[in-house]
């Protein structure tokens, strides 16, 4: 079955440089979710997506900024890069009605680890 | 708020042996899911269990069970005979329905360490 897709998997930055993290969601699903995991934390979840509008914020800094697109998939763009932004970023997707089959679960994708140096 | 507890940043287990690691919830929502997540060192996000509130029964996959008690909001995970590929931090998510996308809220998680 098809999963989640993040992409760049792995990402090396420079202090002040910026960033763009892609997600694709598993067909169908029509709302995606950004998370941020710092070493040793619980993820944070940033901001989510529905339909191509925002549905939800939470913790992201203002040098932050995403979007839907189109076809679903989404774009989490980092600017002015910190040294604390070094963390592992999941994309998850769902479906936002009760399909057959609806498990309430978020599906998440192998994440992406940003490396700020 | 809706907050997720865990209150046992790390727990150990021998090899074969049963443990229960513990979650609490608050909510005033009647329409939510629970989920314990498994995050290994390659730190990949596994589900592992979910449970729906609407039903009374408690969630099993094969080692794994849940006991769901809602009116204490309640929602602990027990790992029966151990294997040293459980060894991972385990997250207790807690997700309301009230929207159909609402996110999903972490506890801080467990560290697990299985011993031989």
């Known amino acids: 079955a098809a999963g989640v897709i993040q992409s760049p998997r792995h990402l090396i930055k420079e202090k002040r440089e910026t960033a763009t993290l892609k997600c694709y969601p598993i067909?169908?699903?029509?709302?995606v979710y950004w998370y941020q995991q710092g070493p040793g934390q619980d993820p944070q979840f940033l901001i989510s997506?529905?339909?191509?509008?925002?549905?939800d914020k939470g913790s992201i800094p203002d040098r932050f900024s995403a979007q839907q697109f189109s076809d679903y998939h989404s774009e989490l763009n980092m600017s002015s890069l910190e040294l604390g932004d070094s963390a592992l970023y999941f994309c998850?997707?769902?479906?936002?009605?009760?399909?057959?089959?609806?498990?309430?679960?978020?599906?998440f994708g192998e994440g992406s680890r940003l490396t700020v140096l | 708020a809706q907050t997720v507890t865990q209150s046992q940043p790390e727990m150990s287990v021998q090899e074969a042996e049963t443990v229960t690691l513990s979650c609490t919830y608050d909510?005033?929502?009647?329409?939510?899911?629970l989920f314990w997540y498994k995050q290994p060192p390659s730190r990949q996000m596994i589900l592992v269990i979910r449970?729906?509130?609407?039903?009374?029964q408690n969630a099993t996959e094969n080692r794994f069970s849940v006991n769901f008690q809602k009116a204490a909001k309640s929602f602990s995970l027990k790992i029966s005979d151990s294997q040293l590929g459980d060894a991972a931090m385990y997250f207790c998510?807690?997700?309301?329905?009230?929207?159909?996308?609402?996110?999903?809220?972490f506890g801080a998680g467990t560290r697990l360490a299985v011993h031989p």
């Open positions: 998850a997707s769902s479906s936002y009605v009760r399909l057959a089959g609806f498990t309430g679960e978020l599906f």
């Open positions: 067909p169908r699903h029509d709302t």
């Open positions: 997506f529905y339909e191509k509008m925002q549905s």
């Open positions: 909510t005033s929502e009647s329409d939510y899911y």
């Open positions: 449970q729906e509130a609407y039903k009374q």
């Open positions: 998510a807690y997700r309301p329905f009230s929207g159909g996308y609402n996110k999903l809220i």
